[in-house]
């Protein structure tokens, strides 16, 4: 079964500029969540789609960041224009839950992640 | 607001040692717990998951336990190897269902041959 996909690997950006990253999740995964890691951090929860719809996004900077989930699959995280502290590893996730009431579980999977350097 | 805390933040052993990461979690209504692992400049493996209705979770050399009533998870490593070495991530799923991870800042360990 093949995994999370993610491109490009690697992107170095002058501030103000703009970026996209793309995200193609585990087949048959309804969930799909886009994670920022800075350095030295744990991921964060930056947004999750159910299919096609955004289920929370709290945590998503709007003024510059935006991500879509065209026909509930693939996925793409925008931000326009960056910031120095958007340097980070961006990571997604697919997911889907298993089992029933209480022995049911949501194991995600994560890709390989975006390192993106905003010089 | 849920908040996933690790210690050690660092460790460095010799080979074959058993050891033990721990993961504290400030709200006990939690829907499941994963344990990753991160190489350096590579996404997340998941190691382990334990359900809010288990105790314990076992894989190989890997045994990862729950004790939800006081906000704490451990994950052993029995005779550790050099591959060993990376940044072991916790984290939990506070909301039910599908919702998203919150996760500690990992333990990176380091396995001396």
């Known amino acids: 079964e093949a995994g999370v996909a993610q491109s490009p690997r690697y992107k170095i950006i002058e501030k103000r500029q703009s970026v996209a990253f793309w995200c193609n999740p585990i087949s048959g995964h309804a969930t799909l969540y886009w994670y920022q890691q800075i350095l030295g951090q744990g991921p964060k929860l930056l947004i999750q789609?159910?299919?096609?719809?955004?289920?929370?996004d709290s945590q998503l900077p709007k003024d510059r960041f935006s991500a879509e989930r065209l026909k509930g699959v693939d996925s793409t995280l925008k931000i326009q224009p960056a910031k120095l502290e958007d340097s980070a590893v961006y990571l997604c996730?697919?997911?889907?839950?298993?089992?029933?009431?209480?022995?049911?579980?949501?194991?995600?999977?994560f890709g390989p992640g975006t390192r993106l350097t905003v010089l | 607001k849920q908040e996933v805390t690790q210690i050690p933040a660092a460790l460095s052993v010799p080979e074959g040692e058993n050891l033990v990461l721990n993961c504290s979690f400030t709200?006990?209504?939690?829907?499941?717990l994963q344990w990753f692992r991160q190489d350096p400049g590579k996404g997340l493996t998941s190691l382990l998951l334990?359900?809010?209705?288990?105790r314990e979770q076992t894989s190989g050399r890997l045994n990862a336990s729950l004790d939800k009533s006081s906000g704490r998870s451990t994950l052993y490593i029995a005779a550790s190897q050099p591959g060993d070495s990376a940044t072991y991530l916790c984290?939990?799923?506070?909301?039910?269902?599908?919702?998203?991870?919150?996760f500690g800042k990992g333990t990176h360990l380091i396995i001396q041959p």
């Open positions: 334990i359900q809010s209705s288990q």
């Open positions: 789609f159910q299919n096609n719809g955004v289920v929370d």
């Open positions: 984290a939990v799923n506070s909301g039910g269902g599908a919702d998203g991870l919150t």
């Open positions: 709200d006990s209504a939690i829907y499941n």
């Open positions: 996730a697919s997911s889907y839950i298993s089992g029933q009431g209480p022995s049911s579980y949501n194991e995600q999977f």
